[in-house]
C-alpha cells in the first residue's frame, strides 16, 4: 500500500516530518508522497528519515491554480532525487502570495471583531501560515465550535472573511511542473467539482494544458467516485494518482495510509504507472 498525498507540519498538517514518517512506517506504507502546499521544506527534512525507515519517499508538492475561474489544486510528483532548483525557485514566489493573503486575511477577520492576529497564527504554524492555523485559533478562541464551522462562516470561499490570493493559471504551473520532469495531478476532483458530468468536462479541456492524471483514490471519494475517475483518466488516456490527504489532528477522521474509514488502499502499481508517464 502506498499513500501519494499527505502534509506535514511544514504546511498545514500537524505532525512534523519525523512524525509523519513513523506514522507511515506503523500504518505499513511501501511509499509515501509529501505533498506540501507550495513548499518542499517538509520532504527535505524526511529524505534521510525515510532511508532510514525504508520507505521509499516520494518528492511531490500541492499547488493551487486557476482554472477558467475557479480555484483548482494540482498535485506535483518528481521522481529523480528530488524537484530541481528552478522549479523551487517559482515555487518560493507562491510562498510569498501565501503570506501577502494571510496579512490580509489577518485584518478581515479583525474587521469582523475576530481577536486574532497573525504573529499569533505564526506561533503555531511556524513560517508556513495556512487556513487551518487560522480555523484553529479560531476555535481556540471560542468564536466557533467545530473546525468546519470556521471554514464555513469565516475562512472558505463565500464566507463572511474569506480572501482570494494570486494564483497562477492551471496552464502555467502544469507546463512548469512538466519542464521540470514532474508529472501533475488534479487533487480530489470530486471535492472541486460536486457534478461528475461537470467534473469531466472540466479535465477534459485542461487535457491540450498539460494535465497529466487525476486523482481518483481519496479520503473525499465515495467508492464509485473513484471508479467514476479511473474510468474517466482510462478515457482521456491518462494516469491516475491516489491518496489519503493526510493533515494529521486538522483533519482527524483521514488515516494516512487508509484514508477515512480505513477504505483507502492505494496500489502499488499506481506510483509505477505515474513514474512511467514520464
Not at 485584518?107 to 475576530?114: D, I, S
Not at 494516469?239 to 493526510?246: K, R, T
Amino acid at each position: 500500500m502506498i499513500d501519494l498525498h499527505s502534509h506535514t507540519s511544514a504546511s498545514d498538517g500537524t505532525l512534523s516530518p519525523a512524525e509523519l514518517i513513523e506514522a507511515a512506517a506503523a500504518a505499513q506504507l511501501e511509499a509515501l508522497a509529501i505533498t506540501d502546499h507550495d513548499t518542499f521544506s517538509g520532504y527535505d527534512a524526511a529524505v534521510p528519515l525515510a532511508a532510514e525507515a525504508g520507505i521509499e519517499l516520494i518528492c511531490g508538492i500541492e499547488l493551487s491554480v486557476k482554472w477558467r475561474g475557479r480555484s483548482v489544486h494540482l498535485l506535483g510528483y518528481f521522481f529523480d532525487g528530488g524537484a530541481p532548483e528552478g522549479f523551487r525557485a517559482w515555487a518560493t514566489a507562491m510562498l510569498e502570495a501565501r503570506e501577502d493573503r494571510n496579512r490580509r486575511l489577518a485584518r478581515e477577520l479583525q474587521a469582523h471583531g475576530v481577536g486574532i492576529t497573525l504573529e499569533e497564527v505564526h506561533e503555531r504554524s511556524g513560517p508556513l501560515a495556512a487556513r487551518p492555523h487560522f480555523a484553529s485559533l479560531l476555535l481556540e478562541k471560542g468564536y466557533v465550535a467545530t473546525l468546519q464551522q470556521a471554514f464555513d462562516e469565516y475562512l472558505g470561499e463565500g464566507a463572511k472573511c474569506y480572501v482570494p490570493r494570486d494564483e497562477p493559471q492551471f496552464d502555467e504551473a502544469a507546463r512548469r511542473i512538466a519542464e521540470h520532469g514532474g508529472i501533475s495531478s488534479v487533487a480530489h476532483p470530486g471535492r472541486t467539482w460536486s457534478r461528475a458530468e461537470v467534473a469531466a468536462s472540466q479535465l477534459r479541456s485542461m487535457l491540450p494544458y498539460g494535465l497529466d492524471a487525476i486523482e481518483a483514490w481519496h479520503s473525499d471519494h465515495s467508492p464509485e467516485t473513484m471508479e467514476f475517475y479511473k474510468s474517466l483518466a482510462r478515457t482521456l488516456g491518462i494516469g491516475v494518482s491516489g491518496g489519503s490527504d493526510f493533515h494529521g489532528a486538522n483533519k482527524p477522521s483521514i488515516r494516512l495510509g487508509t484514508g477515512r474509514d480505513g477504505k483507502l488502499s492505494v496500489p502499488r502499481e499506481v506510483l509505477e504507472d505515474l513514474r512511467a508517464l514520464r
